[in-house]
């Protein structure tokens, strides 16, 4: 990775130090002095070259600075902006050594990092290239955010330094996967993981952030999912601190040598409430917060006990690892081994309830070819067959549960799964079959997951896996009849139709004031939670996040508002919200967390609302990109013309029916469009709009702004444009 200026004057200073011994007090002011000097050198710099006007920033993030953002409260846009800020930050370095200063001379340190890493982002520039991730942008931060809050991410790590070697290094980047953890990665370890050849990268939720002061993109990273999901406002100092130790469950492991800005980096997390455990001798130690602690057979393990992490571990006896961490992985066709579906082959997936009769617990069976009898770059059909019974079972669930194969699968590294039922596709690795790992395995992992995740009502498990065509043909004809009997049970299924609405307050351990109300025509926002699945929810943890609410007292059937939702969503935000309505975006709308799957936003020009997802990260007419419009609308704010969905509410009858539906729909990416497909197409049709309703709303092969979707809107004959005023 090519050097910084910063890189050069850094190592230079290392060099000179002295080697007498320090205490780790005197040692972070000793640091901090040096970081915030060569922050103001490099700033200084940077103002004479490009003037203090030059817009500075972080590349696509609604955060600013987020550092700076987030503790002061100043969002910087200028580089003449930072001198101000970095002399409050070394004014407040004192010469006193106590426990105190330590942690405010590493939070200077911290602001100086994050100047000088921003000074690396100047007019566009791209200092990081692959593997190194440099700054992690806002849809990074999002696309992992209902794991972060449902805690199967169980917390986080940051490894920097070398470790004694690379396979040691190897060894504890593969026992925090195999716990789950998100882990940011900085300086030399990084090689020694490439030299052992681990998985590293977005996919893997394995950061490489590259060297130096790039590790204080983990720290901005924690920051900005305390305004993302917390609900906490720029400038909260104390209680971004306090969020930060009790809701991001964060550990620093070091290895080799520490020097003094080290030092002063490692006091900005333990500023934040992240202990520091070192694998050298340290002079001295602060309990709980500053440790050595030289084993690493046992480090992680003792970092989870110092940062007061319990987990549950299921022992699954397959060949590969299994975490939440390899969830991203692509297996492309070079690294394949075998697949299955896709359109490629006929598969398909099924979990049906069973009497306890019907079930032997336990019972693995593979009908068909077995992995070493199929070539490399083969294909097969595949039949996933899952029998449950449990006491507490119902037919409900098996759509619930049958979802989760999703999950499961691709928990495992090497693993691939896409889509569900029988428009599945699966891929099994070149290194997981080097491993080992055989189609019964895919049995194993399925048996302890469900028994671990669903105890309350999965009694007993029984698995057969298809490989023989005739079978996979018979049974895929099966599948089907049982598929379309639980979409006729969910088509059926009205907001009129039920007594009951459900809460989801899952993303509440990260936006404590937002409560999802789920109801059978209005998906969760994150789109993981129907009202089915919520229902099951309940049935299966009766004390978790999802509980039902009574509809009682209608105020609005129009808006869909109830006195009891209100109630409801009243005592569950903290008593931030007052009121909350169903069916409208532009009247006390439903508050969103963070974790949705698209925004929709008011275009007053057009009369109209435009949609973005995560995965377009372009301009809107709205003027913001999904992370701008993400920072105003997340952390549990209700924020009339804007709003956190699903993306299956658009296909709603009751989608935001009190403002005029559909037809209100302007602008969306071409992407939203394919992925909704006929059935948008049909829902148009339903609201008299019109099979070709679709191509009259803009994308962004027509325009970003409001300039240039306004000639295409009225050339079409948008509805729209002659309907009532939104406001």
Same mark, same amino acid.
């Given at each position: 990775?090519?050097?910084?200026a910063?890189?050069?004057?850094?190592?230079? =200073?290392?060099?000179?130090?002295?080697?007498?011994?320090?205490?780790?007090?005197?040692?972070?002011?000793?640091?901090?002095?040096i970081?915030?000097?060569? =922050?103001e050198?490099?700033?200084?710099?940077?103002?004479?070259?490009?003037?203090?006007?030059?817009?500075?920033?972080?590349?696509?993030?609604?955060?600013?600075?987020?550092?700076?953002?987030?503790?002061?409260?100043?969002?910087?846009?200028?580089?003449?902006?930072?001198?101000?800020?970095?002399?409050?930050?070394?004014?407040?370095i004192?010469?006193?050594?106590?426990?105190?200063n330590?942690r405010?001379?590493?939070?200077?340190?911290?602001?100086?990092?994050?100047?000088?890493?921003?000074?690396?982002?100047?007019?566009?520039?791209?200092?990081?290239?692959?593997?190194?991730?440099?700054?992690?942008?806002?849809?990074?931060?999002?696309?992992?955010?209902?794991?972060?809050?449902?805690?199967?991410?169980?917390?986080?790590?940051?490894?920097?330094?070398?470790?004694?070697?690379?396979?040691?290094a190897?060894?504890?980047?593969?026992?925090?996967q195999?716990?789950g953890?998100?882990?940011?990665?900085?300086?030399?370890?990084?090689?020694?993981?490439?030299?052992?050849?681990?998985?590293?990268?977005?996919?893997?939720?394995?950061?490489?952030?590259?060297?130096?002061?790039?590790?204080?993109?983990?720290?901005?990273?924690?920051?900005?999912?305390?305004?993302?999901?917390?609900?906490?406002?720029?400038?909260?100092?104390?209680?971004?601190r306090?969020?930060?130790?009790?809701?991001?469950?964060?550990?620093?492991?070091?290895?080799g040598?520490?020097?003094?800005?080290?030092?002063?980096?490692?006091?900005?997390?333990?500023?934040?409430?992240?202990?520091?455990?070192?694998?050298?001798?340290?002079?001295?130690?602060?309990?709980?917060?500053?440790?050595?602690?030289?084993?690493?057979d046992?480090?992680?393990?003792?970092?989870?006990?110092?940062?007061?992490?319990?987990?549950k571990?299921?022992?699954?006896?397959?060949?590969?690892?299994?975490?939440?961490?390899?969830?991203?992985?692509?297996?492309?066709?070079?690294?394949?081994?075998?697949?299955?579906?896709?359109?490629r082959?006929?598969?398909?997936?099924?979990?049906?309830?069973?009497?306890?009769?019907?079930?032997?617990?336990?019972?693995?069976?593979v009908?068909?070819?077995?992995?070493?009898?199929?070539?490399?770059?083969?294909r097969?059909?595949?039949?996933?067959?899952?029998?449950?019974?449990?006491?507490?079972?119902?037919?409900?669930?098996?759509?619930?549960?049958?979802?989760?194969?999703?999950?499961?699968?691709?928990?495992g590294?090497?693993?691939?799964?896409?889509?569900?039922?029988?428009?599945c596709?699966?891929?099994?690795?070149?290194?997981?079959?080097?491993?080992?790992?055989?189609?019964?395995?895919?049995?194993?992992?399925?048996?302890?997951?469900?028994?671990?995740?669903?105890?309350?009502?999965?009694?007993?498990?029984?698995?057969?896996?298809?490989?023989?065509?005739?079978?996979?043909?018979?049974?895929?004809?099966?599948?089907?009849?049982?598929?379309?009997?639980?979409?006729?049970?969910l088509?059926?299924?009205?907001?009129?139709?039920?007594?009951?609405?459900?809460?989801?307050?899952?993303?509440?351990?990260?936006?404590?004031?937002?409560?999802?109300?789920?109801?059978?025509?209005?998906?969760?926002?994150?789109?993981?939670?129907?009202?089915?699945?919520?229902?099951?929810?309940?049935?299966?943890?009766?004390?978790?996040?999802? $509980?039902?609410?009574?509809?009682?007292?209608?105020?609005?059937?129009?808006?869909?508002?109830?006195?009891?939702?209100?109630?409801?969503?009243?005592?569950?935000?903290?008593?931030?919200?007052?009121?909350?309505?169903?069916?409208?975006?532009?009247?006390?709308?439903?508050?969103?967390?963070?974790?949705?799957?698209?925004?929709?936003?008011?275009?007053?020009?057009?009369?109209?609302?435009?949609?973005?997802?995560?995965?377009?990260? &372009?301009?809107?007419?709205?003027?913001?990109?999904?992370?701008?419009?993400?920072g105003?609308?997340?952390?549990?704010? $209700?924020?009339?013309?804007?709003?956190?969905?699903?993306?299956?509410?658009?296909?709603?009858?009751?989608?935001?029916?009190?403002?005029?539906?559909?037809?209100?729909?302007?602008?969306?990416?071409?992407e939203?469009?394919?992925f909704?497909?006929?059935?948008?197409?049909?829902?148009?049709?339903?609201? &008299?709009?019109?099979?070709?309703?679709?191509?009259?709303?803009?994308?962004?092969?027509?325009?970003?702004?409001?300039?240039?979707i306004?000639?295409?809107?009225?050339?079409?004959?948008?509805?729209?444009?002659?309907?009532?005023?939104?406001?």
């Amino acid at each position: 990775m090519s050097k910084t200026a910063f890189d050069e004057i850094y190592e230079g =200073a290392i060099k000179d130090e002295s080697c007498a011994p320090k205490g780790l007090f005197q040692r972070a002011y000793d640091g901090a002095i040096i970081a915030t000097s060569y =922050a103001e050198i490099l700033l200084n710099k940077a103002i004479r070259e490009n003037g203090p006007d030059c817009p500075v920033g972080d590349p696509d993030t609604a955060y600013y600075l987020p550092v700076i953002s987030s503790l002061m409260g100043i969002k910087v846009t200028k580089l003449g902006e930072l001198p101000a800020i970095l002399n409050k930050m070394r004014g407040q370095i004192r010469e006193e050594l106590s426990f105190e200063n330590a942690r405010l001379c590493g939070e200077s340190t911290a602001y100086a990092a994050e100047i000088i890493e921003a000074l690396n982002y100047l007019n566009g520039a791209k200092p990081q290239v692959e593997p190194w991730t440099g700054y992690l942008t806002d849809p990074i931060l999002r696309r992992f955010g209902i794991q972060l809050v449902d805690w199967t991410i169980p917390g986080q790590a940051v490894i920097m330094g070398k470790a004694k070697d690379s396979k040691s290094a190897a060894k504890i980047l593969s026992d925090l996967q195999a716990k789950g953890f998100m882990i940011f990665i900085c300086n030399e370890i990084i090689e020694q993981l490439l030299e052992e050849n681990m998985k590293l990268g977005v996919d893997y939720i394995a950061f490489p952030l590259g060297n130096f002061t790039q590790v204080i993109h983990a720290v901005n990273y924690a920051l900005r999912a305390g305004m993302a999901f917390g609900g906490i406002a720029p400038g909260l100092r104390e209680e971004h601190r306090d969020y930060q130790r009790r809701r991001v469950r964060c550990f620093v492991l070091h290895f080799g040598d520490i020097d003094d800005v080290q030092v002063a980096a490692h006091f900005a997390a333990i500023f934040l409430g992240f202990p520091v455990l070192c694998d050298t001798e340290l002079e001295e130690e602060i309990p709980d917060w500053y440790i050595s602690h030289p084993d690493y057979d046992t480090l992680v393990s003792y970092a989870l006990e110092v940062r007061g992490i319990k987990l549950k571990i299921v022992d699954i006896p397959v060949p590969i690892t299994i975490g939440p961490a390899f969830e991203g992985e692509t297996i492309r066709k070079n690294d394949m081994y075998v697949e299955f579906g896709g359109g490629r082959t006929q598969a398909f997936e099924l979990v049906q309830m069973v009497g306890e009769d019907e079930i032997e617990d336990g019972k693995i069976e593979v009908i068909g070819p077995e992995i070493d009898e199929v070539e490399e770059g083969g294909r097969l059909p595949l039949g996933i067959m899952v029998k449950i019974y449990g006491r507490k079972m119902q037919k409900d669930f098996e759509g619930v549960l049958e979802r989760r194969i999703h999950y499961f699968i691709n928990y495992g590294e090497g693993l691939w799964h896409v889509a569900q039922r029988d428009l599945c596709w699966l891929r099994i690795s070149k290194d997981a079959v080097a491993k080992g790992f055989k189609f019964r395995h895919y049995g194993e992992l399925l048996l302890a997951k469900f028994k671990d995740e669903f105890p309350a009502i999965v009694d007993r498990v029984q698995v057969t896996i298809l490989t023989d065509p005739d079978k996979v043909a018979e049974n895929a004809k099966l599948a089907r009849e049982i598929y379309n009997l639980r979409d006729d049970r969910l088509k059926a299924l009205t907001d009129e139709a039920v007594e009951d609405l459900y809460s989801c307050t899952l993303c509440q351990s990260f936006a404590p004031n937002h409560v999802c109300v789920v109801a059978p025509e209005r998906v969760g926002l994150c789109g993981a939670v129907s009202w089915l699945d919520a229902r099951a929810s309940f049935e299966i943890d009766p004390v978790g996040p999802n $509980q039902p609410i009574k509809k009682e007292g209608v105020i609005d059937e129009q808006k869909g508002a109830w006195q009891s939702v209100n109630e409801f969503v009243h005592q569950h935000t903290n008593r931030n919200v007052d009121e909350v309505c169903l069916y409208t975006f532009m009247d006390r709308p439903m508050t969103s967390c963070g974790c949705f799957e698209a925004i929709m936003a008011i275009v007053p020009e057009a009369n109209g609302v435009m949609l973005t997802t995560r995965e377009h990260g &372009g301009e809107t007419p709205s003027g913001m990109t999904f992370s701008s419009l993400a920072g105003s609308v997340g952390g549990g704010v $209700q924020a009339p013309g804007f709003m956190g969905i699903g993306r299956s509410y658009l296909l709603s009858k009751k989608f935001i029916q009190a403002d005029g539906g559909l037809g209100r729909i302007v602008w969306m990416p071409k992407e939203l469009k394919e992925f909704l497909g006929e059935d948008f197409r049909k829902r148009a049709e339903e609201d &008299g709009l019109g099979a070709d309703f679709v191509e009259k709303i803009a994308d962004e092969t027509v325009g970003t702004t409001v300039e240039e979707i306004l000639p295409f809107l009225e050339e079409k004959g948008h509805p729209a444009l002659t309907m009532d005023m939104l406001f």
